[in-house]
Nanobody, 114 residues
Framework: QVQLVESGGGLVQAGGSLRLSCAAS????????MAWYRQAPGKQRELVAV???????NYADSVKGRFTISRDNAKNTVYLQMNSLKPDDTAVYFC????????WGQGTQVTVSS
């Protein structure tokens, strides 16, 4: 069993920054992909950023140049540094990781005021 605990969400003004963290614990042997998704009210969940076991990253076009995903394999933790936040970034952010199975965090609210 694997548990994901997210932290770092909150309310910020446009142009501000937040850093999300997601720590995995439990029966973890090898994590392949770690990622962040988000879901805004009335919209489908979308991929924000992904990082592979080798450190290769990919981002949604809407966040390129503003968000940075990173991971600490020793701590089984993935981070999302979010800069120059916009009201359109308002959503619930979910972390995701893939081992032999897929796991999701419980979500953390990010609200960006204009």
């Amino acid at each position: 069993q694997v548990q994901l605990v997210e932290s770092g969400g909150g309310l910020v003004q446009a142009g501000g920054s937040l850093r999300l963290s997601c720590a995995a614990s439990g029966s973890i042997f090898s994590i392949d992909v770690m990622a962040w998704y988000r879901q805004a009210p009335g919209k489908q969940r979308e991929l924000v950023a992904v990082i592979g076991s080798g450190g290769i990253t990919n981002y949604a076009d809407s966040v390129k140049g503003r968000f940075t995903i990173s991971r600490d394999n020793a701590k089984n933790t993935v981070y999302l540094q979010m800069n120059s936040l916009k009201p359109d970034d308002t959503a619930v952010y979910f972390c995701f990781l893939r081992t032999s199975l897929n796991y999701w965090g419980q979500g953390t609210q990010v609200t960006v005021s204009s």
